[in-house]
């Protein structure tokens, strides 16, 4: 091997998953796919250029997985023509914008990978001895070195577009430059074992920290890092892409436990295997604990690993019961005080939930998902939606299904991926690309147990590669690690090994031995694609460096300085969904409405399945350019995409009654819908009334107004709407309008104190003629309880809490009625649910210290 390529590889391996900014980029991990994308074109490159030089021709192992995998690819570009030519117009430069993202994924961090490490197993000379102690010293040193950074860094960012300062540090750069020397000279015969040793150095490290941050301690950053509610993140940015990675990692490192013969050794492999296993838990990832137990599990089809370990049963099972204690033992996280549950606790909640709720919503959800990703592919069950356009068009199939399934809505999500993987080929590729995609893991799978009987079976690597494969494949059924950069690379470059050491002893290599002159064009052809990929992904770093720079600019109300970046971010291109949204906000609060629609529409070329854009151009068409009949379609899309979106329903309804005669029934269809999904909302309620009085449907237009005054007594234009409805349909005047104004008498009284006979009586009246008012029962029992009379308010101002649960006087006042009563207990609980929905409420905190409660 090259040092070019070896030095590429030790960079994509170490410094990948372990380098990440927090204030950089949106996503902390932007700047690890940014380098492992770059870093695998050049590993191709180089081995291209190497390549071309040989006499004897190019030379790559015949592995049994290349047919499948051709078969694959070319069904995967098949039907992204067919997503492509096969939708309108208006959605095809969003195919291309997603296409060629995903596509870029699967050629390099895929197959890319793949090629590389297969190359790199079939070549090396098949060498299995590291200098283990050297490896333990190295990554000890080294993470130790990390505790020292807090108090040795420098701080030199000042401004959000200071990439610079953001990113350099004298301390850390001497670290990440010992780090790199040390990791080159123990990787530099660059073997397929070195760099599996680099990657446990790499899990090890990751690991460790992640556990550190699961319980509170923090060594890098002022503050822990807490995105996902208590769930170990370490250096990956996200907890399931940690747990993938070192779902690969485990079987690997076991195998190498079990085989290996010396303690010293054996127990440094078995401090790596519980130090990845304690990382999994503190991920809190089941799809991955059960991952892991399938890749640890699939070592057991090995005759070779169940002899040794029938040697020597004592250290194997000394591992294993120290796992399951930790297992059982592992304690809740101390980063949050709200959802943190056990290891055991994360297993049965869903039946806890579903006891209690009749949902679990990490289970429902995926329902959802995955009915969306089965309609996708049964909509063209030969090639399928299109090639890396799940994301692109999911929106529409679960907005589909919000509108028939109100069950659904509190699952509503924006999917990147469809969280289980056949669903997730099917949906974009058909039976022709799952068809391809199953074949090629039992080609595979069919290899590996071969070979399992021949001389790679007697290497504990190998094996270890293969079960991680397993391991992986069975996690991402629940997860989608798979189609991220980092725990993809770790996978794909498992799977290369496998194959290329598997055809090095078994089914040989494959050489191309055209004339020099095609060999070096194309080896050419293969460097500047390369280069062009390296060149793409420095362009896109920028561009996320800075739409984030803006983004930060536009929540500190700087918007000269938020437009300037973010324009900047989109001349570095390529074209990106919520770099173009943040720009068309910032140019409509910067009152440059044409601007704004031009970005958003640029934005919809992206990615057009985001409703809160086709709902801003709609808005900025209607009010700020004063064009409302462009805005309508655009209005109904996001509805169609989002029926749980107030707003979108408040503004497309309004559109729809500005022209009346023409869009009256599509307005009541829109009402009817959105009043059973939001029943509270008076102005829904009263825009329903609205439309049925134009269609002279007064009886139902009566009830409509009567129900938004009920919610809202106090909105004014759905009394006066009701007012006019009885000379509009010669109807006697609605009972409700005489309520109301005695309600404002009432309201007049207490105001000014007046707790009288004559005002109880008042209350009590108006209780009995409108009792569907929440706002009367809390007068009328608050009246009552402030005369001594507790028993008969409590009812009143129960009623007044099932209608308006979320008025925390009327819980208050409930509250003082069941101390009176004696009811502590009820009483407490109220207060309770006054504090969880309004920690600080003074009154609520008052009322529990007079019960004797603590907060």
Known sequence: ?????????????????????????????????????????????????????????????????????????????????????????????????????????????????????????????????????????????????????????????????????????????????????????????????????????????????????????????????????????????????????????????????????????????????????????????????????????????????????????????????????????????????????????????????????????????????????????SEAPLLGKGGGLFELFYPFYQGHLLHEIPFFHGMRTHANNSHNEILEIFSQTGILGLGAFIAVWVFFFWAVRKWSQARPGRDPLWLGAAAGCAGMLVDNMLNVSLHFAVPAFLFWWAAGTVMGRGAREGTGFWEWKAPPGLRRAAAAGLILAAASAVWLQVRFWNREAFYFAGFKQAKQGNLPAAVRDLERSRSWGPREVNALYELGNTYARSQRPADAAASYREALNANAGYDEIFFNLATVYNGQLGRPAEALPYYETAWAVNPLSSDILNNLSAAYLRDPAKNVDRALGLLQEGVKIFPDNPNHWNNLGYALTLSKRWDEAQAAYERALQIDPEMAQAERNLTLLSSQSGRPRAPLLSVLADLRSLDAAVARRDFSDRTLSLAAAVARRAPGLAKIRFLNGSLLLTRGRPLEAVPELEAAVAKDGGRAAGRINLAKAYAALGRLLEAEAQLRRVLAAEPGNAAALQALRELGFSR
């Open 1 to 377: 091997m090259n040092a070019a390529r070896r030095w590429v590889l030790v960079a994509c391996h170490f410094v990948c998953p372990l380098l990440f900014f927090t204030n950089l980029t949106r996503n902390p991990y932007v700047t690890q796919i940014a380098l492992l994308h770059a870093g695998v074109a050049l590993a191709l490159a180089a081995w291209a250029y190497s390549e071309s030089g040989r006499a004897e021709g190019w030379r790559l192992p015949r592995v049994p997985v290349a047919l499948p995998l051709a078969l694959f690819t070319t069904a995967w570009a098949a039907s992204w023509l067919r997503g492509y030519f096969g939708h309108a117009e208006f959605f095809r430069p969003a195919v291309v914008a997603e296409g060629a993202r995903a596509a870029v994924f699967l050629l390099v961090i895929c197959l890319g990978t793949f090629v590389v490490a297969s190359v790199v197993a079939a070549q090396d000379d098949g060498s299995s001895d590291v200098p283990l102690g050297a490896w333990v010293a190295f990554t000890l040193v080294w993470g130790l070195l990390w505790t020292s950074f807090p108090q040795a860094r420098t701080r030199l960012a000042s401004r959000p577009e200071d990439f610079w300062g953001l990113i350099w540090d004298p301390y850390g750069a001497l670290l990440w430059v010992l780090g790199l020397a040390g990791a080159g000279w123990l990787t530099r015969r660059g073997r397929v074992v070195d760099f599996l040793h680099l990657a446990f150095c790499t899990g090890f490290l990751a690991s460790a920290y992640g556990v550190l941050q699961y319980f509170n301690i923090e060594v890098v950053w002022p503050n822990v890092l807490n995105p996902y509610g208590g769930r170990a993140v370490s250096t990956f940015g996200n907890p399931n892409f940690l747990s993938s990675y070192n779902v690969v990692l485990m079987p690997i490192v076991l195998a190498l436990f079990a085989e290996e013969r010396q303690a010293g050794r054996r127990t440094a492999y078995a401090l790596v295997f519980l130090t990845l296993e304690a990382a999994l838990l503190a991920t809190l990832t089941r799809s991955s604990w059960l991952g892991a137990l399938a890749g640890c599990g699939v070592l057991l089809a090995s005759a070779r690993l169940r002899s040794r370990a029938l040697e020597e049963p004592r250290p194997l099972g000394l591992l294993i019961g120290a796992a399951v204690a930790m297992a059982l033992l592992w304690p809740s996280s101390s980063i949050s005080t709200g959802y943190t549950p056990t290891v055991v606790g994360r297993l049965t909640e869903m039946k806890t939930f579903l006891a209690r709720d009749g949902f679990y919503s990490p289970l429902h959800q995926r329902v959802l998902i995955w009915t969306c990703a089965w309609l996708m592919g």
